[in-house]
């Protein structure tokens, strides 16, 4: 199985400041149809996950578009250009490239410092 | 608008069996895949299976093997997940969650979750 790994689990951010969250693959995730299946979800306390990017970089509907996603073959990031004080919460990396199953990495949580 | 709603969660003693529903609304749901994902209590999150649209293809991860079973009913636009043999470490909140696969990836809509909790 393909094993997702983030950095950092914790991070305390200022309001307004940018965040960047990394997430590494234990095997390049690019897949034969030439797609990259790397997947971030949001899990604000208390809430059902909420997908912001899939397929490395594209944004879903109603996402903020402070929200980015980046990388390529085993290294992927988020970033946050100016974090907000709703977007506390853990924020996860899944890949969809090698599955069944698919993965997801151990999560980071976001804090307001 | 999309709308997941799980139910059948509860508490249950370890050997035991529950079913879970998850009634969907607002899209066509023959024309999508869909997920059970979990998580565990302060845990992160674990893909649980897998059911194909029309075709009924099914998958599992290693853990749950032998012991669950989804299944769909398209006429009912109803999800399932037959849960048998029950352990304690299958104690998660279960979501269930639109599967788009290699077109537009798992994930795009997920329910509230149900909370299966296995103890004597």
């Known amino acids: 199985d393909v094993v997702m790994t983030q950095s950092p689990l914790s991070l305390p951010v200022t309001l307004g400041q940018p965040a960047s969250i990394s997430c590494t693959s234990s095997?390049?995730?690019?897949?034969?149809?030439?797609?990259?299946?790397l997947t971030w979800f949001q899990q604000r306390p208390g809430q059902s996950p909420r997908r912001l990017i899939y397929k490395v970089s594209d944004r879903d509907s109603g996402v903020p578009d402070r929200f980015s996603g980046s990388g390529s073959g085993t290294d992927f990031t988020l970033k946050i250009s100016r974090v907000e004080a709703e977007d506390v919460g853990v924020y996860y990396c899944?890949?969809?490239?090698?599955?069944?199953?698919?993965?997801f990495g151990q999560g980071t949580k976001l804090e307001i410092k | 608008e999309v709308h997941l709603l799980e139910s059948g969660g509860g508490l249950v003693q370890p050997g035991g069996s529950l079913k879970l529903s998850c009634a969907a609304s607002?899209?066509?749901?023959?024309?999508?895949?869909m997920s059970w994902v979990r998580q565990a209590p302060g845990k992160g999150l674990e893909w649980v299976s897998f059911i194909g649209g029309t075709d009924g293809s099914t998958f599992y991860v290693d853990s749950v093997k032998g012991r669950f079973t989804v299944s769909r009913d398209n006429t009912q636009n109803t999800l399932y997940l037959q849960m048998n043999r029950l352990r304690a470490e299958d104690t998660a909140v279960y979501y269930c969650?639109?599967?788009?696969?290699?077109?537009?990836?798992?994930?795009?809509?997920w329910g509230q979750g149900t909370l299966v909790t296995v103890s004597s």
């Open positions: 607002g899209f066509t749901f023959s024309n999508f895949a």
């Open positions: 899944m890949q969809g490239t090698h599955w069944p199953p698919y993965t």
């Open positions: 095997q390049s995730l690019v897949h034969s149809n030439g797609n990259t299946y």
């Open positions: 969650a639109r599967d788009g696969g290699y077109t537009s990836s798992l994930g795009d809509y």
